[in-house]
């Protein structure tokens, strides 16, 4: 009886491995930026971040949130708290505007910047590049609490990604991230990201909750959340400098 | 006898009106000595505790930008610069080639501390030896090593000490995300307000590392001449050799209008960008200046009215004497002597009031410069030595002189000419 569960066993192990080497997992990546990318659709909701750190209240930013994957482009207007209502992020291309309604400037930032002094970057509010931005260096397969999950190793393709190294997971059955470690170019562990209550729209998916905890500021954590996302056509002029300036005049 | 030794005894005749509106003149001057020389020891403090921090009086800086529109300060190749430097002979003290962190997060297990993080040479002649005060631990050992130095405050925030281990969070040039490990080899006295301008210092190895940088590639390029206040002399100098060779240059500006122009253009390349320590502090001795002018201002609001006090008591001094002026008309004294009389007596009682309250203002500049501000550690970058600076501006003084001199005689102006314009049997019948 144990020779035939130890058989079993190993032939299922093999059955695993040899499906882990017929998995084409740069498809996988493709698929993963493909279904959270919203081509032809724009999105938008309201965001709420809560940023935790030991010692301090809790930050929560709303705002409000547009993105025309079709263009690259996104705008985010803070709403609350009062103190930063008005401030907008603006992404045109591979360039991000921040405006301050107080100095009614705009200041040039990158995906690498935090978002609002939380943990999380400008860049995790843009729709996913991780077929273009990284190579597969490891496949693996484990279970994330009940789901079944390929744990992929990644390395940044050119020296202008945020992080040059990211091991994520990603659910078999739905091909979408769950999960993310992002590693600094000296291979330390950075952040840990969590992707959890997908909605889907149409053939798409947004995730309505990440949370990301700092691995090197203790306690640190963001919780985002996006509530009531609309599929509804934005006019062009949102995505613009001038819509900014407009809102807050 | 003169008119000028007849107006210095009239004066002496009426001493406690002569005291008292030379002791109008002597206040405003006193004032506006005090509040000129305290500005002039702020920025002269300032100016050099500024120096001590950053790594030069000329810095010289490449920069290049990516397609994607990133800058990345890079310095390679800087021969041709040093052979400028060499054949211009400018009289440095030393030459400082640094990477600079802008902000760099210095991570403890306790707290998290934005700063600016410098690598550098820290061996036995480095410029650093001279500018900062090690209050613990040593500077030896540093090169090649993991050792940071940082600031007592900063330790302070961190809550470590020698030989605590800190992560060093920043971007690298192309701006990819970077965590280095670093042991607290040295900590130094605290610079104050400027604790975050001065930051964190290491090796230039472990820093190029950091920042993913070339061994042997910095970011500055770094000039301590002998004589700070030729910074802008030399760095014009130097702007001019490089320019004759043809080395791709930005125009001359302060840092922020430089950054500026590196947002707004495209180039191809490296191109540099020269700035002294007068362009870093332009900003700061701007307002010492608007200080000084706002001063000024005041004491010339504070003159007219003493100028009108002046006026009014003249009129009064005039009627007084009037058989006086009618006598020493009467005796062959003629108009403008009668008139200059009264302007010498003004111009007397100016002098000595401005020179009063010149000496005064210096004795209170004195006194304040021997008090031990130690406690006001936030502000130790306006002070040396734990202390205010002596210092007397006599250019400014000069100026005092000659402008309220000629506004004190401004003022006895009308009345003396109107005592000027009485005949003598006009004078001779007042019965006052």
């Known amino acids: ?249 | 006898m003169s008119v000028a030794s007849m107006a210095l005894k009239n004066l002496s005749r009426q001493l406690r009106r002569s005291v008292l509106l030379g002791g109008a003149i002597a206040f405003g001057i006193l004032v506006i000595t005090v509040v000129n020389g305290l500005s002039g020891s702020l920025i002269t403090s300032l100016e050099a505790n500024i120096s001590n921090l950053v790594p030069g009086h000329i810095f010289v800086r490449g920069v290049e930008k990516t397609e994607k529109g990133r800058i990345i300060l890079s310095m390679k190749d800087t021969s041709v610069l040093e052979k400028a430097v060499t054949d211009l002979k400018i009289p440095f003290k030393a030459i400082a080639k640094t990477t600079t962190v802008e902000q760099a997060a210095l991570i403890s297990d306790w707290g998290t501390q934005y700063q600016g993080l410098t690598g550098l040479d820290l061996g036995p002649g480095s410029y650093i030896h001279d500018r900062i005060v090690v209050v613990k631990g040593s500077l030896d050992k540093f090169k090649g090593s993991d050792k940071i130095l940082i600031a007592e405050g900063t330790a302070t925030k961190l809550d470590v000490k020698l030989g605590d281990r800190i992560s060093v969070q920043a971007q690298t040039q192309t701006g990819q995300q970077n965590v280095l490990d670093f042991t607290v080899g040295a900590i130094y006295k605290d610079p104050g307000l400027a604790a975050s301008l001065a930051g964190a210092y290491a090796d230039s190895a472990i820093v190029n590392r950091l920042r993913d940088m070339e061994s042997g590639e910095y970011t500055n390029f770094g000039i301590f001449l002998e004589d700070v206040s030729s910074a802008d002399l030399w760095g014009a100098k130097l702007y001019q050799r490089l320019s004759d060779q043809k080395v791709p240059l930005w125009p001359r500006g302060s840092p922020q209008d430089t950054v500026k122009l590196y947002r707004d253009q495209k180039w191809i390349g490296v191109k540099y960008t020269l700035f002294t320590l007068n362009d870093i502090l332009s900003f700061l001795k701007g307002i010492f200046g608007a200080l000084n002018g706002i001063a000024f201002g005041i004491l010339m609001v504070l003159f007219v009215v003493i100028m009108v006090g002046i006026t009014n008591t003249y009129r009064m001094v005039v009627y007084e004497r009037t058989r006086e002026i009618g006598t020493l008309r009467a005796l062959g004294m003629q108009r403008a002597q009668i008139r200059n009389l009264f302007l010498y007596e003004a111009v007397f009682l100016a002098l000595a009031g401005i020179l009063s309250g010149f000496v005064l203002g210096v004795l209170v500049l004195a006194l304040l410069s021997l008090l031990d501000l130690s406690s006001w550690k936030d502000f130790n970058i306006l002070l040396k030595d734990n202390r205010l600076q002596l210092i007397v501006d006599m250019g400014a003084f000069a100026f005092d002189l000659v402008v309220v001199s000629a506004l004190t005689a401004l003022a006895a102006l009308f009345p003396a000419r109107k005592a000027g314009k009485l005949t003598p049997a006009q004078a001779l019948r007042t019965t006052n």
């Open chain 1, 1 to 249: 009886m144990k020779k035939i569960l130890l058989t079993l066993t190993a032939a299922l192990a093999l059955t695993g491995m040899a499906a882990a080497e017929d998995t084409d997992f740069k498809a996988i990546l493709a698929k993963i930026d493909d279904q959270t990318n919203f081509k032809k659709i724009d999105i938008s909701a309201k965001v709420t971040v809560v940023s935790r750190k030991p010692g301090e209240d809790d930050n929560v930013t709303q705002a409000q949130y547009f993105r025309r994957d079709a263009e690259n482009r996104f705008m985010i207007l803070i709403l609350k708290p009062e103190v930063n209502k008005g401030q907008g992020y603006l992404k045109i291309d591979d360039n991000i505007f921040f405006y301050d309604p107080e100095s009614r400037k705009f200041s040039k930032y990158t995906g690498a910047n935090n978002f609002q002094d939380s943990n999380a970057k400008n860049s995790d509010f843009q729709n996913s590049t991780l077929a273009g931005d990284y190579e597969l260096v490891e496949t693996g397969r484990e279970k994330l609490g009940a789901k079944d999950t390929w744990v992929l190793t990644l390395k940044a393709k050119r020296n202008d990604v945020t992080y040059p190294k990211r091991k994520i997971w990603v659910e078999v059955s739905t091909v979408l991230l769950l999960k993310s470690e992002d590693y600094s170019l000296s291979d330390r562990l950075m952040r840990t990201s969590l992707y959890g209550k997908y909605l889907q729209i149409q053939d798409r998916f947004v995730p309505q909750l990440m949370r990301f905890d700092d691995n090197l500021k203790k306690g640190e954590v963001t919780v985002i959340t996006l509530e009531n996302p609309s599929l509804s056509k934005l006019p062009d002029a949102v995505f613009t400098q001038a819509y900014l300036e407009k809102v807050n005049n």
